[in-house]
Every structure is written in structure tokens, then in C-alpha cells.
């Protein structure tokens, strides 16, 4: 208990005799009398207990007490400067600790590019990436248990503030060499033809894509339900069936000539990216930095994101067999209908909604 008691000030007195070795120095470059700082190092060693000075001879020198304590306290006085120091750094971002969450499309094709600028800006930050399918995004969110998440439309709900940053343009895709690649202005209803194949129940990419058909009369020819994009991918770059994607989320497939986007009738549909946050939580100095770039470079990035697709649609286009056209900027696309917001219900707390909310999508997975 005594420790507590211990005065800062006085133990910093003595620092300064120690460096001078001389009371009337010390006293000198405080601004205090000797007879001050005498009095001060009388009670530090009244609070120990023991000699901290001896005189030998005319000149002043340490016990072995007090060679200890300056020691000691030399380590102390460091570790508040550090601790002082530390502590500014959080408060201007230089240093600390974000977690971000992000359902599995958003954590493989998305936040990466924005976490590389943020760790450009904030390298002493130490940074962690979950990924995870919606239902787990979700109970995240409404337990505290991550400072941002990046998904799809995470549905309304007063537990929640989202914002959308990027577009998320959804579009259909075939083999490489598939007949319809070379095709421009492909009717809706010709999908009909194709076997289509289908992420699993839950994904946000299914609801929008058979919202999106039974809007329009189609009735696609269901080959094969799949539970992840990678799965999908796989099958389409095989030749099994045609699919809707995310458009992210082909990059590095349409360079190399693996798949091909269709130019059918109203696509893409444009959804959104949302970088969401339980509404009562305030953020961390980090959190906000992190969300406010998002934001800020959302738009920029979809854009030279949207020139980068177009630029190497080209070679694809090319070796599909050349009939293709560049399409201007994906103008005929055609935004996605927005999804109905659940009715607010009374609960007990935000873990109930956010179970229920989970509920709504079985599988888990946004995209």
C-alpha cells in the first residue's frame, strides 16, 4: 500500500542531486532553496527507512540504497515517458489495434486494397482481417466484438449504422469460350437455355439474382447449387454451367482468360458495399480513420476498379471470338432492388436481434 503513497516529485528531486552530486546545484536548476531540497531528500529517506547520502570527505556519495533507487527510478521515469508516449500515439493513430470483420466476399476481393492504403498511412498499427459468412458478421457486430465490418446490405436495424462506400456490380458469367462471349445485347430470357448454377440459400447473391428473375419472368435452369464463390468459379471456368458473380471477384480469372462476362440485358445489377457499425458503439480514433477512408476511397477506387475491368475484358473478348464490342461503362446495368427492411420489433438486448437477424440467413454468407 505504501507504494502508492510514493511522491513522484520527491523521487525526481533526488534524481537531480544524484546527477549533480551536489544539494546546492540540484537546487539551482529546480529553482528551489537548498534547504528545500534538503528537506525533501530528509523525507524520501524517512519513507524508506534508510540512508540514501553519505558524506566522505567533502565529497557527497550514494549508499548502496540509494545507488539502488537512482537505478530504479532512472527505469521508472523511462517508463512514463514511454507510457506518455504511447499514449499520444494512440490518440493521433500511430499505434494500436483494429479488427476488422468482413463476410467471405468482402474479406477475400475487397478490404484488402483498403487495409494496404491504411497501412501505408499507419504502419505501427497492428491490424487483423476476420472473415467470416454473414450470421458470424453479424453476432460480431451486435456483441462489440470487432471495431468495423465491410459486407452486403446488412438489412435496417436500430442496432446498426451502415454506409455504403463501393459498388458491388453483379455480373453474369461463362467459360471463356462459351458461344454466348462473343455475343452483345443477350436477351434475359436467353439464360433460360444455359444451366445456371446457384450459390447456396442465404447468400446475398442468390436472393438479389432470383429477386432479379422473378422480376423479369425468367426461369433459369438450375444445374447445381454451390457454397462458395471459389466453388462457383471452379465450375463455371470447367464448363459445368453459367453463373452471376460479383464482378471483384473475377479479376485475376477474366485476365487469364479463364471466364468471360456476358453482355446480357440488365446487368450488372449494382449493389453496394457497406462498412457497418453497432450505432451505440463509439468508435476508436483508429475505427474512425479506417471508416472514414473507406468513404473518402471508395469512390476512387471503384472507378479505376471499373477502367481496369474494361481494359482487360478486351483480351477476352478477343479470344472468345472477337465479336465483341467494349461496352462504354455499364450504363444499361440497372441498380438492385433494395431489399426490404425487417419491421422493428421490441427486444431484450442487441444480442436478440442480432440472433435474430442471423436467423434470416441460414447459410451465413452476403455474397
Not at 7 to 27: D, E, G, Q
Amino acid at each position: 500500500m505504501a507504494v502508492e503513497y510514493l511522491n513522484l516529485r520527491r523521487l525526481n528531486i533526488f534524481r537531480t542531486v544524484v546527477r549533480h552530486m551536489n544539494f546546492s546545484r540540484a537546487a539551482e536548476e529546480l529553482y528551489l532553496s537548498q534547504p528545500a531540497v534538503s528537506q525533501h531528500i530528509r523525507q524520501l529517506e524517512e519513507y524508506f527507512g534508510v540512508k540514501l547520502f553519505e558524506q566522505a570527505g567533502k565529497q557527497l556519495v550514494l549508499t548502496e540504497a540509494g545507488a539502488y533507487l537512482k537505478d530504479a527510478a532512472d527505469r521508472l521515469f523511462r517508463q512514463l515517458e514511454e507510457v506518455q508516449q504511447t499514449i499520444k500515439d494512440i490518440r493521433t493513430n500511430r499505434v494500436g489495434t483494429l479488427t476488422i470483420t468482413a463476410d467471405t466476399s468482402a474479406g477475400a476481393y475487397v478490404v484488402p486494397p483498403f487495409l494496404g492504403l491504411f497501412h501505408r498511412e499507419h504502419p505501427q498499427v497492428a491490424l487483423k482481417l476476420e472473415v467470416a459468412n454473414r450470421s458470424a458478421v453479424l453476432q460480431r457486430l451486435f456483441r462489440a466484438e470487432t471495431d468495423l465490418a465491410v459486407m452486403g446490405y446488412p438489412k435496417q436495424s436500430p442496432y446498426l449504422e451502415a454506409e455504403p462506400f463501393l459498388d458491388n456490380r453483379l455480373v453474369v458469367i461463362a467459360p471463356a469460350d462459351h458461344p454466348l462471349a462473343g455475343e452483345r445485347n443477350i436477351p434475359l430470357r436467353r439464360l433460360e437455355k444455359e444451366p445456371f448454377l446457384l450459390r447456396e440459400r442465404g447468400s446475398g447473391t442468390r436472393s438479389t439474382t432470383e429477386r432479379f428473375f422473378q422480376e423479369n419472368g425468367v426461369f433459369p435452369n438450375v444445374r447445381m447449387e454451390l457454397g462458395s464463390i471459389a466453388a462457383i468459379k471452379e465450375a463455371v471456368a470447367a464448363g459445368i454451367g453459367i453463373s452471376v458473380v460479383s464482378e471483384v471477384a473475377i479479376r485475376l480469372e477474366r485476365r487469364v482468360g479463364l471466364i468471360a462476362v456476358l453482355d446480357v440485358e440488365g446487368f450488372p445489377i449494382v449493389r453496394q458495399w457497406y462498412v457497418v457499425h453497432p450505432a451505440q458503439q463509439p468508435l476508436s480514433p483508429l475505427a474512425l480513420a479506417f471508416r472514414q477512408l473507406l468513404l473518402e476511397q471508395g469512390r476512387a477506387y471503384g472507378a479505376f476498379e471499373s477502367a481496369v475491368e474494361r481494359f482487360v475484358a478486351e483480351p477476352a473478348a478477343g479470344k472468345a471470338g472477337g465479336k465483341r464490342e467494349k461496352r462504354d461503362d455499364g450504363r444499361r446495368g440497372r441498380p438492385a432492388p433494395p431489399e426490404e427492411a425487417p419491421a422493428r420489433e421490441e427486444v431484450g438486448g442487441r444480442e436478440a436481434a442480432g440472433d435474430r437477424m442471423a436467423d434470416e440467413s441460414p447459410s451465413g454468407e452476403s455474397l
